[in-house]
């Protein structure tokens, strides 16, 4: 059985099970794995048999859940390698220190390196790379005045590296990738990330396409789309709830971009004008809980697929934010 199941999609947190033959794909975490997995549970999947992630960009409505969901089920993760590059930076900020801090630690290290002549010349300090925090040294300064200093607390892995996975596999946009039974085919999107992407999922014959987060359709994302089972396209916002909406202006202007996120009616343009009309269902997903209304949504999308929708073909659902809808199956 080919199986969809969109377990959250907006800002708040995205994440999508696609099941073909034996094996079973989460397509981004963007919910805590707690979260996740009561999701799932309630939408009729077994986190436990979850065979891989796959990542399409490092927001963090995409990955908040990733690095606990991996390494509680013990499972690989796919990226783009700017993708993998861009999520370690989020999850890992330079610690800060002052320039007296600093000047003073490469004082420090200075005096170590001729008291040992013996030793290699250490490169000289850089206040940036530095991993010294105020905390640190005030919590060395207390350390030496105090007898008997109180033991450190065995960091536990995460703590240690907060990005560490399992296994990771990278991938690249344009060329296709198997896991397991299912076949996948990355394509580039408009989208303000290292190295966005959407995918073309097939399996047993089913394909089924994957493309949200996008400020406009290009003509590569356009070939991808075409002769599928399943279309999941983004619907974001209303134009004009966008704008009298409360987003700060610099927000606005970044949803309305080529590298934002697709309105209601740049996704019914694409639907009525470019659309080839094969899919069995098309799926509206990444709603705006702030600049949206499910009903415009539907009735934008519906309009431009005016004469096409009927028991068999074009069959419209609306992913929500706040629960799973209910799993498609082929």
Not at 43 to 62: F, K, N, V
């Amino acid at each position: 059985m080919v199986r969809f199941t969109v377990l959250a999609s907006g800002s708040k947190g995205n994440s999508t099970v696609v099941t073909g033959g034996k094996t079973r794909i989460l397509v981004d975490a963007g919910l805590s794995c707690r979260e996740l997995f009561r999701r799932m549970k309630l939408a009729g999947e077994d986190a436990a048999t979850l065979d891989a992630i796959i990542i399409t960009h490092e927001h963090s409505d995409h990955v908040s859940g990733l690095a606990v969901t991996a390494r509680k089920l013990g499972i690989p993760v796919y990226f783009t390698q700017a993708t993998h590059r861009a999520w370690v930076r989020w999850l890992s900020p330079r610690k800060q220190m002052t320039y007296a801090q600093w000047l003073e630690q490469c004082r420090q290290q200075a005096a170590a390196r001729m008291a040992e002549a013996d030793a290699p010349t250490a490169d000289d300090c850089d206040p940036e790379e530095s991993d010294t925090t105020v905390d640190d040294l005030a919590a060395s300064a207390d350390n030496t005045s105090s007898s008997a200093p109180a033991p450190k607390k065995k960091k536990t892995a995460a703590e240690k590296d907060p990005t560490a996975l399992p296994s990771i596999q990278y991938f690249e946009a344009g060329k296709p990738i198997q896991i397991g039974d299912i076949s996948i085919s990355p394509f580039t999107i408009p989208h303000d990330a290292a190295d966005p992407v959407g995918f073309v999922f097939q399996a047993e014959g089913v394909r089924m396409a994957f493309a949200t987060d996008l400020g406009y359709i290009p003509p590569n994302v356009k070939a991808q789309l075409k002769s599928v089972d399943l279309l999941y396209i983004e619907s974001n916002h209303d134009l004009e709830m966008l704008r009298d909406g409360p987003y700060p202006w610099s927000v606005k202007q970044r949803v309305l971009s080529r590298v934002g996120h697709l309105s209601n009616e740049a996704c019914a343009t694409y639907l009525e004008a470019e659309y080839d009309g094969q899919a069995t269902y098309v799926v509206l997903g990444h709603l705006s809980e702030s600049n949206n209304l499910p009903e415009l949504a539907r009735i934008s999308a519906e309009r431009a697929l005016n004469g096409r929708a009927s028991l068999l073909a074009n069959r419209l659902l609306l992913a929500p934010q706040h629960e799973p809808l209910s799993a498609i199956c082929f």
